[in-house]
């Protein structure tokens, strides 16, 4: 009888174990790439993101941001590791991706939007979802989870800027996007790439560029401001942010449908965290750079034109064949 009892209890003990075994959560960590500084509005975005792919997927993906460029430093680096796999998630500008996913390139030509929100009003709708698709469509590895806030660019100089022929001679650094390092062209400029956004200071302090173009909170959180003090508001494009999903890396590392979907749909309940942080931040950056002294100069309607009259045949060569979401993009209504 002691003997059956015996046998009994080590059955249950192998049957819990079992159990145990078969309960045990399998969880993957995966990295995400993020070119800006930690309590910037994007990474801050970023870390929600991982925030609520963990807690909705109950610690089955966790996510691990590295901020700062620390892994591959400037975003066409972070969007090659993904395309191998070696990166599951990055947070980058929608002008890189344009090179695989030329449609991108609609929604960023220069002068296309009246104001921030017309823009969302763009990218909220079927439009903006008609991008996002058309990424993991291309065959590129690439998954378009969201979109960012990035605010308008314009040009920041070591030199007044107040109208296009201003930019005759100058060294200006571009994101890598042909259609980008057009604008610069058309303006008599020479647009520069390869340099990446934590560089800029310093190419700036060499001489090797004369300046750059991007927006408010980038212009200050880098610093670029103390060596480029002069900010032209031309406002040449508003470029969405774009957070990316790695094709190859969610696939080696096991991740099911439903927890990619888990995952797409936290990225999405991101995007207004992130919107509220931009524009905090973005008025934060303004008080700060008009603060120190830099001269902000807003061009005047006829100044503006000679920009909008220099850049116009970007819209021949970059939106053939996209003429009709050109015109739904300029009748959205907001």
């Known amino acids: 009888m002691k003997k059956a009892t015996v046998v009994l209890v080590v059955l249950a003990l192998v049957c819990c174990l079992v159990l145990v075994s078969c309960g045990a959560k399998k969880t993957v960590t995966l990295k995400l790439s993020e070119v800006h500084v930690d309590g910037y509005p994007t990474t801050m975005a970023d870390k929600e993101f991982a925030r609520l792919v963990e807690e909705r997927t109950d610690g089955r993906v966790k996510i691990e941001v590295y901020s700062n460029g620390t892994l591959y430093g400037e975003e066409t680096g972070a969007i090659e590791a993904m395309q191998i796999g070696d990166c599951a998630f990055a947070r980058v500008s929608a002008s890189p991706v ?11 030509l220069p002068y296309l939007y009246n104001s921030t929100d017309h823009m969302w009003a763009v990218l909220n709708g ?7 698709d058309a990424v ?10 969201c979109w960012y806030d990035s605010g308008s660019r314009s040009f920041y100089t070591t030199k007044a800027v107040h ?13 890598n996007n042909e259609m980008m390092c057009e604008i610069v062209r058309l303006c008599g400029g020479t647009p520069i790439t390869g340099i990446g ?8 302090q060499q001489g090797v560029i004369d300046g750059a173009e991007n927006n408010w909170p980038t212009y200050y ?11 032209c508001l031309d406002a040449h494009t508003r470029v969405p942010e774009i957070l990316l999903g790695s094709v190859a890396a969610l696939k080696n590392a096991g991740v099911s449908e439903s927890d990619i979907a888990i995952i797409k749909a936290c990225a999405k309940e ?3 965290y992130e919107i509220a942080a931009w524009k905090a931040m973005e008025k934060e950056a303004e008080a700060g750079v008009r603060g120190n002294g830099n001269t902000v100069y807003e061009p005047s309607l006829a100044e503006l034109k000679t920009f909008q009259d220099a850049v116009a045949p970007i819209y021949a060569k970059y939106g053939a064949g996209y003429e009709d979401i050109i015109a739904q993009i300029k009748a959205t209504k907001y």
């Open 197 to 204: 956004p934590n560089d800029i200071y310093s190419a700036v």
């Open 221 to 231: 959180s880098k610093g670029d401001y103390e060596v480029a003090t002069y900010y």
């Open 136 to 145: 993991e469509e291309s065959g590129s590895g690439l998954i378009g989870l």
């Open 98 to 108: 344009a090179s695989y996913v030329p449609a991108l390139n609609v929604i960023q």
């Open 126 to 132: 079927e439009i903006g979802q008609g991008m996002l």
């Open 270 to 272: 991101t995007q207004e």
């Open 163 to 175: 109208q296009a022929s201003d930019l005759k001679g100058l060294k200006i650094r571009m994101q």
